[in-house]
């Protein structure tokens, strides 16, 4: 499933050909994905100038000036696609821009697409409840802290509630507790607060170097103009079990599951 740094790495792929552009047609190809289209979708946003893009979350958001926004959600195999040279069975949106065709592609149907009247974003459903994003200013050992007090529930998991921090998902999180040396059964409220500034700053890290890379390729995920996602290659924990880990004179890497989800840790490093 696209993360956070894969549906970053989208929204700026899609900016530098986007935005600024009036919309001229919009094609609905199908009636919806994981949810139906919104049934006025090519309606209102024909003829709309788009003023920017951006990302809540693992959410994509495109800016109109009629004052609505399309809100994208890439599910477990979507991306878009920029000037395709031919059709695809599973494109699924086209949206006709000046000149340029943006398709949205998802073969599972796992995505999904709201139009959302843009003063009342933070109120939509999706968004009501996130929370803060892990690399905005609110994110802070002192948040950590107060969100987590008195939680049994183990940091993976915690990390993984969007309530908590919004956009985090299992890759990051593994990838993240393991830069800060902190195991991911350690129980949330148990955390000291300065196991919880490494965790802070790991999970920048990660992001960070995951959008520089252009993201994680692990199945289906493209960038917009077709290039991979190159940080899977420097993952350090992440599908790595039996290998060693990356620390000098370490353990080696296991595998357990939380939750219903994978985990990769090194025990012996990760306390």
């Not at 599973?90 to 943006?102: C, K, M, S, V």
């Not at 509630?161 to 393991?178: K, M, P, S, T």
């Not at 802070?200 to 995920?221: K, N, Y």
């Not at 924990?237 to 939750?259: A, D, F, K, M």
Request: net charge positive; with cysteine.
């Amino acid at each position: 499933m696209p993360e956070l740094p894969e549906v970053e790495t989208t929204v700026r792929g899609l900016a530098l050909h986007l935005d600024g552009r009036r919309i001229e047609r919009v094609r609905v190809l199908r009636e919806g994905l994981r949810y139906p289209f919104p049934r006025d979708l090519a309606a209102r946003l024909t003829g709309a100038r788009i003023t920017g893009l951006g990302r809540r979350a693992k959410y994509g958001l495109i800016h109109g000036d009629r004052g609505d926004t399309l809100v994208f959600h890439l599910g477990m195999s979507g991306r878009w696609r920029i000037d395709p040279s031919a059709g695809d069975r599973h494109d699924h949106l086209l949206i006709e821009a000046e000149g340029r065709t943006f398709a949205l592609n998802d073969p599972r149907r796992f995505g999904f697409v709201d139009l959302v009247g843009t003063e009342g974003l933070d109120r939509w459903t999706g968004f009501a409840r996130l929370g803060p994003e892990p690399l905005g200013t609110g994110f802070t050992p002192a948040h950590l802290r107060t969100a987590l007090s008195g939680r049994r529930q183990a940091i993976k998991l915690a990390l993984l509630d969007q309530r908590i921090v919004a956009g985090l998902g299992n890759i990051y999180v593994c990838e993240a507790l393991w830069h800060a040396r902190v195991s991911p059964l350690r129980p949330a409220g148990a955390v000291s607060a300065a196991a919880l500034g490494r965790v802070v700053a790991a999970t920048r890290l990660v992001l960070e170097q995951s959008i520089a890379a252009g993201g994680s390729t692990l199945r289906d995920f493209l960038q917009p103009d077709g290039a991979l996602g190159y940080f899977a290659s420097r993952f350090s924990v992440y599908g790595r079990e039996g290998e060693p880990c990356l620390r000098p004179r370490c353990g080696t890497v296991v595998r357990i599951v939380q939750g219903g989800r994978s985990t990769w840790h090194c025990p012996r490093c990760q306390r």
